[in-house]
Structure formats: C-alpha cells, structure tokens
C-alpha cells in the first residue's frame, strides 16, 4: 500500500502526456503523488494493488472505456473518487459516468489549476466519507460494548 501522506495519489489513466506534464507542478506542490497508467486496465490495477484516492480518466482509453473503467473500480474499492476527463464531451456520457457515482466530469482543455483543484476536493471528499465510517463504526462498537456489560 503506498502511505499518503498530505495529499492524494492521483492516478491520471491515458490523458495526454502534455497535460500530465502541465498539472504535475501544481500536484506535487499541494503533496499529490502521482501514479500514471496508459490505460483503463492499468488504472485498475493500480487502485487494486496500491492505495489510490483518485483516479481521473480519459474518457477515450485503450482496451476498456471510462464507464467500465469507473465501474471496476467502484465495485472493487467504492472510495476511490473518480473524476472523467473527456475532449469529446457528450452528454451521454457524462450522465452515464455520474451515474456510476463519478465525483466529477471536466472537459478538455482543462486547466492546472482547475484540475488541481478538483482532485483536492475529491480527496476532502473521500477522507470525509472515510472519517464517517470510523465515526459509526466506534459507535458501533461502543453500544456492542455497552450492551455486552449488561
């Protein structure tokens, strides 16, 4: 498991090594890690085998799409925010990415500053559903340890 220590790794499946390039500074400076994949296989892969809080995927992607793609990774790890990055946007594919619980859906050009910002939320959003579950689970445990004093 690869430890993150302020910020996410972010795996970017297949977007365009010029815009990989262009948003690594900003990424790096907020304390991202970066984990690139070429393809929709590889990116799951990489969630399976590492700890990855966001991946964002080029809609048009080598040997599966997006949508199955985003999926894979939802039914094997449901935190791992998605975010879909597509040149040629449609609106077909934007509901059906929502749908599979996309966190986001940019289009390209997308900016550094842009795209920076909504993996940061996407991260907040993760670690606040994953502060959630801790809440309920000692809740949990807590009435299971009450209810077994009695």
Not at 33 to 49: D, E, P, Q
Request: proline share 5%; net charge neutral.
């Amino acid at each position: 498991m690869i430890p993150v220590m302020t910020g996410p790794v972010f795996t970017p499946a297949h977007t365009r090594t010029s815009m990989i390039k262009r948003i690594l500074p900003g990424l790096w400076s907020n304390g991202c890690r970066v984990a690139a994949c070429c393809s929709g296989k590889a990116a799951i892969v990489k969630v399976m085998s590492d700890q990855i809080d966001v991946d964002v995927l080029d809609v048009m992607m080598p040997e599966m799409d997006s949508i199955e793609t985003l999926h894979s990774i939802k039914n094997a790890k449901p935190l791992t925010e998605v975010i879909l990055l597509s040149g040629k946007a449609t609106l077909e594919t934007a509901i059906t990415g929502m749908q599979q619980v996309a966190f986001e859906y940019l289009t390209k050009p997308c900016n550094a500053d842009t795209m920076t910002r909504k993996i940061d939320e996407a991260h907040q959003h993760k670690k606040e559903h994953e502060n959630r579950i801790r809440t309920v689970m000692a809740e949990a445990d807590a009435i299971a340890r009450h209810d077994a004093g009695k």
